[in-house]
């Protein structure tokens, strides 16, 4: 009896210098989690955003052996990759899943209005935020409009956290730091 808790998350990189995603940083907060929690390394890291076949098709794979062997598990998928994919085939499956939509990014900037990376999430995003076990969270009002209005997910099933706990007057935006990175 109990709970059963796996968790999968991309690898650190080793190139990394800062934040989570550095090799420190991630034993750091590995070390953190409850010992009956397993972790599963994903053969990419997040922070280079270069996935090649064989990691999305390994990564898919493990969606439907988790699909099919977990019938009972609440699936939590954070961020656009595990959406897509693990999300697509948790949806074929019709399994329930929390999907946490924090932050639209530049996919969905005005700059990327007809691009075709925005065509396909929106249309992925469309099939699995829609789904009749599916609740989105995201931080905050905008993004539950624009995801209703990109993907017709209903207002009802987007839940609003109202932030992710960032002081903005310790992280205040810089408009040139911004626009250099665009």
Not at 156 to 182: K, L, M, Q, W
């Amino acid at each position: 009896a109990g709970w059963k808790v796996e968790l999968l998350s991309p690898r650190p990189d080793a190139s990394a210098t800062e934040g989570a995603e550095t090799p420190q940083e991630f034993a750091r907060h590995q070390a953190r989690l409850h010992a009956r929690v397993r972790l599963r390394l994903l053969p990419y890291s997040w922070r280079n955003g270069h996935y090649s076949a064989w990691a999305l098709g390994w990564t898919m794979v493990r969606a439907v052996v988790f699909a099919f062997r977990k019938r009972n598990a609440l699936f939590v998928l954070w961020s656009a990759v595990p959406i897509v994919v693990f999300g697509s085939i948790l949806r074929i499956f019709n399994r329930p899943m929390v999907c946490m939509v924090t932050g639209l990014g530049g996919t969905f900037s005005d700059r990327n209005h007809g691009s075709f990376s925005r065509k396909l999430l929106t249309a992925v995003y469309r099939r699995v935020l829609t789904g009749p076990r599916t609740a989105v969270i995201v931080h905050n009002f905008e993004d539950r409009r624009a995801l209703n209005q990109l993907t017709g997910v209903s207002p009802e099933r987007v839940f609003v956290t109202g932030g992710c706990g960032v002081d903005p007057a310790e992280y205040p935006y810089n408009e040139t730091r911004n626009r250099d990175e665009a």
